[in-house]
Structure formats: C-alpha cells, structure tokens
C-alpha cells in the first residue's frame, strides 16, 4: 500500500496531532543525527536580512519562534491544521489557518518564506510555489527544506515499503522551483542516523506516514544499532 503525502484527507488526519510529527522531526533535529538540519536554513533566512518572514507549514511553532529570535523580524506563519495552529499561537506566533495553494496575503507581502518539510503534501505543487513567489517582493528569498528520495533508503528496505513517494525532494526541487524564482541554490545535509535498538526503529516506523503500514514486515530481530543514510537538503531561491 503506497500512501501519497500529498493526498489532503491523509494530511489532514496525520497533522491533527503533534505526536507522530515529533518522533519524525526527530530524524533531522535529534541527538542521534550528527546535526540539526534546521540550523542552515535559519542561517540562510538571517543571510536574507529580511523584515518579514512568512513561514508555510509551520507545525507547532518552533522553527518561526527560533527565526523570531535570530532575525527580529515580523513573523506571520499558517498552518493546514487547525491543530498545529493553536500549537504555534501558544508559543506567540502570529499564526492561522490557511492553504499555501491560495496565500491570505497581497502580492509581495513578505521578503522571506520560509517551506520545511512541507512542500512535498503539496497536492497542486506547481500552484504553491507560485503563489509563495506571488507573495514574497522583487528580490525575496524562499528557503525550501526537504529530503532526497534516498532519505533512510536502509529502513525502508528493512520494511519493504518501497522508494520515497515525495513530489518535492532533493533530486528534482531545482527544476521545480527555477519556473518561477530566477536562481535556486541547494545545499545538502548528509549522514547517518542511529537507531539504538529495534524498539526504536519500530517506534519510528509507526509514527512515519510512507512506513507504518509495513510495521508488520519489521524482523524480529535486526542489527543493531540500526544506521540508515540521513539525506536533507536546503533550497535557497530568489524571486
């Protein structure tokens, strides 16, 4: 069973809580990953210089509140979830529910956006991305986060549920992102990730979308610890 990550009734259950979300950020923020993915990309937005920010996707608030702190600048942030919303507003975000394919936001509103993780649930792709370069000014930088395609490659093999489904990912967000930004620069965050024993690859098999309907296919008994390739990458790009 092949599972979309951009099918809106899946989106919607999986975000209207925080605890899957969590055990799968895990694989690029943890102790066991080498490096906090997310560090670049907060130095890409502080290299824009930017006065406001627009984060897409902002989950329960901690990447806006950490770019509200590096940057000073405003921060207005959405979220599909309602859920994920509330999480962002208790931290202070000035957040709300909205659809990155139709932006609540004038053209040229903002000179930053900010996607992580996000663009890849995307159901109309081509139509969000041109409506974060819709919002963002002559000039804007979009930072766009994502994975390769061979992102923990070892534990999907491990439960069999086949190669990365994700639309937007490492191998083809250049190609995607140049129709409407006039120059994307990537840089990739490579490594490993460590896996101390079964007990923990299970738990992450079940909290991932893509995996846990092969939770099932897990052997009773794996090396460990278990080390899958780490493969994230940042997308810089500008309107």
């Known amino acids: 069973m092949t599972r979309r990550l951009d099918d809106p009734a899946l989106v919607a259950d999986e975000y209207s809580d ?8 895990s694989a690029y923020t943890g102790v066991h990953t080498g490096v906090d993915a997310r560090e670049p990309a907060v130095a890409a937005v502080i290299g824009a210089k930017p006065k406001r920010i627009l984060e897409v996707g902002c989950g329960w608030g901690e990447l806006a509140e950490w770019l509200a702190r590096e940057t000073g600048a405003e921060i207005v942030a959405i979220d599909i979830s309602p859920h994920m919303v509330g999480l962002a507003r208790e931290r202070g975000i000035d957040a709300q529910v909205a659809d990155v394919q139709a932006l609540p936001f004038p ?7 900010v996607a992580a993780w996000m663009l890849y649930h995307v159901p109309d792709l081509e139509r969000g991305i041109a409506e974060l370069a819709r919002v963002l000014s002559a000039g804007g930088t979009l930072v766009a986060v994502t994975n390769s395609r061979y ?8 439960v069999g549920s086949g190669p990365s489904t994700l639309s937007f990912n490492r191998e083809n967000g ?11 620069r990537r840089e990739d965050i490579d490594g490993q990730l460590e896996f101390v ?7 992450y098999v079940r909290a991932s979308i893509s995996m846990s309907p092969f939770v099932a296919n897990l052997p009773a008994s794996i090396a460990e610890p278990f080390v899958a390739r780490r493969a994230n990458s940042i997308f810089v790009a500008t309107r």
Request: a negative charge.
């Open 107 to 113: 053209d040229g509103a903002f000179d930053c956006v």
């Open 174 to 184: 250049k190609e995607l992102l140049g129709s409407r930004f006039r120059e994307v």
């Open 197 to 203: 024993d079964r007990g923990e690859v299970e738990a």
């Open 18 to 25: 925080d605890a899957r979300l969590r055990k799968r950020a």
């Open 151 to 158: 992102h923990l490659l070892e534990l999907r093999e491990l």
